[in-house]
T-cell receptor, first 110, second 114 residues
Framework: EDKVVQSPLSLVVHEGDTVTLNCSYE??????LLWYKQEKKAPTFLFML??SGIEKKSGRLSSILDKKELFSILNITATQTGDSAIYLC??????????WGAGTKLIIKP | NAGVTQTPKFQVLKTGQSMTLQCAQD?????MSWYRQDPGMGLRLIHY???????DQGEVPNGYNVSRSTTEDFPLRLLSAAPSQTSVYFC?????????????FGPGTRLTVL
């Protein structure tokens, strides 16, 4: 059965710290891996990764995929209180369906 | 553009009642979907549609019906509400089923079934 596992489930850090969120997957016929940020309401798209070893970057956020070891990481440097959110990982299979992880709840303390 | 809109934002139902969650988008997206989000379980796909007149089941379709009579609207019907359907429901849309990097979510409907 396909599955996506995120770790840790929750994380509390102080403003300015760097955090690394993990997403591992077991999905037959992998097409892509996506990261979303969910604040109080709807998830918003962050990154889509399809190739191993190519870092995607947006400001203080970056992400990379390892298709051999079947995982991705999301890094956030110099965290701010506005980074507090649930970070969701999803893997797209060959049927263009998304399999979602449970999310990592990140809390940034001032 | 309003994006993806959902109504109502909150709803409380009694077991056995029926209701419809509304979802509309004004981006001319072909692909629309409904998810439910429960604590510790991530998002689960209920139903999806690749275009007007075409719908299909997702991972957890039981107890829900959908229709897609227009490109803009994709309502989700609960036939006979059960406490297990207490959840937050999200509607999402994208240009097509290949465009998850451009998928937009609605603000969600928080449903409680007593």
């Amino acid at each position: 059965e396909d599955k996506v596992v995120q770790s840790p489930l929750s994380l509390v850090v102080h403003e300015g710290d760097t955090v690394t969120l993990n997403c591992s997957y077991e999905v037959t016929n992998f097409r892509s891996l996506l990261w979303y940020k969910q604040e109080k309401k709807a998830p918003t798209f962050l990154f889509m990764l399809t190739s191993s070893g190519i870092e995607k970057k947006s400001g203080r956020l970056s992400s990379i995929l390892d298709k051999k070891e079947l995982f991705s990481i999301l890094n956030i440097t110099a965290t701010q209180t506005g980074d507090s959110a649930i970070y969701l990982c999803a893997v797209e299979d060959s049927n263009y369906q998304l399999i979602w992880g449970a999310g990592t709840k990140l809390i940034i303390k001032p | 553009n309003a994006g993806v809109t959902q109504t109502p934002k909150f709803q409380v139902l009694k077991t056995g009642q029926s209701m419809t969650l509304q979802c509309a988008q004004d981006m001319n997206h072909e692909y629309m979907s409904w998810y439910r989000q429960d604590p510790g379980m991530g998002l689960r796909l209920i139903h999806y549609s690749v275009g007007a007149g075409i719908t299909d089941q997702g991972e957890v379709p039981n107890g829900y019906n959908v229709s897609r009579s227009t490109t803009e609207d994709f309502p989700l019907r609960l036939l006979s509400a059960a406490p297990s359907q207490t959840s937050v429901y999200f509607c999402a849309s994208s240009y097509d089923s290949f465009s998850y990097n451009e998928q937009f979510f609605g603000p969600g409907t928080r449903l409680t079934v007593l």
